[in-house]
């Protein structure tokens, strides 16, 4: 599996090949990936069928289009039968792709699908890599309409939480930057307040922009929420933040799910303006795309609007993002859920192709 594979150690999957074979090799994996081996043009056939059954690190086992064309989700299976969630949303002068670090999540977020079916495993670099390298080399070999034939933005808000999984997404970052030559400012880190890694994250070195799932402005309501507050409670998040901040010049943002009757009155935005204050971020406000097994439901258009008028008028900068791919199944976990995936599948293989 070649996107498991370190990048500076490549020479082992081409023994006996002239060492130029790895710069070449190299280039297809990271700078312009493509969907088969076989359109890696400049490699011998010999060598391109070495591994043509198994480029990638996973299977497609679904698929699914929305949005007229511009929201794709991918469902990809590991040879363990681990579930890899993907997604991937054009708009006319941007692609962004939503992506996993984890098969599953042990956070236990009432209202995320990922985590209402507990944790898997970490995802290795490589196969966080890889997703981006599919969505990439399918916007380049096949594209969407009216959507940029590259990514613009990479999110860490597919399943698992990145924070709780930092060694291999960090490596995962490096070899996306150094490798894909992609922008750190282009690369988006979510979390729902791992403390410690935040600042890790920080120290890392990198613009990268950090997202923070804050959801409630109270420990009462939050930790009912996001479990995970209990052992990092508002306040060290709010710490860390302006940590993140200063240590990076990167604003963070906060990301607030919006659930009907439970974090969507006045209370609750008055709390969280006080917060955005603080920490000098931005607010983005997200319907809830509802779970299968959550009670939870989605806050009206009208209260949406009341809230960010509410956060407006206390000078917060504040976001009501598009809600993609309902019709798709496109919130973390979501898809996962409603293909029956309670537990992984049996191992299958790997070969790996554009779906048309």
Known sequence: MPYLTHPEALDHLLSGEPSYRVDQLRQWLYRTPVLSASDMTNLPIHVRESFSDHLWPFAIEDEQVGDAGKTRKWLFTAADGAAIETVLMGYPKRATLCISSQAGCALACTFCATGQFGFERHLEPGEIVAQVAYAQAFLRQIGM????????????????EPLANLKRV???????????????????VSTVGIVPGIRQLANAGWPINLAISLHAADDELRTS??????RYPIADLEEAATFYRETTGRRVSVEWTMMDGVNDNL??????????????AHVNLIALNPTPLSEERASTKLHIEQFAAALKQRGVNVTVRDTRGKDIDAACGQLRARSGRTKP????????????
């Open 267 to 280: 209370d609750q935005a008055d709390k969280l303006a006080g917060i955005a204050h603080r920490i000098l």
């Open 145 to 160: 309409p009216g959507v940029p034939d590259h990514l613009t933005n990479i999110v860490f808000m597919g399943m698992g």
């Open 170 to 188: 960090t490596e995962a970052l490096r070899r996306m930057i150094e490798e894909m030559k992609m922008s750190p400012r282009s690369l988006t």
């Open 225 to 230: 929420l996001v479990p995970i507050n209990k």
């Open 345 to 356: 599948p049996p191992t299958v293989g790997l070969t790996i192709g554009p779906r048309r």
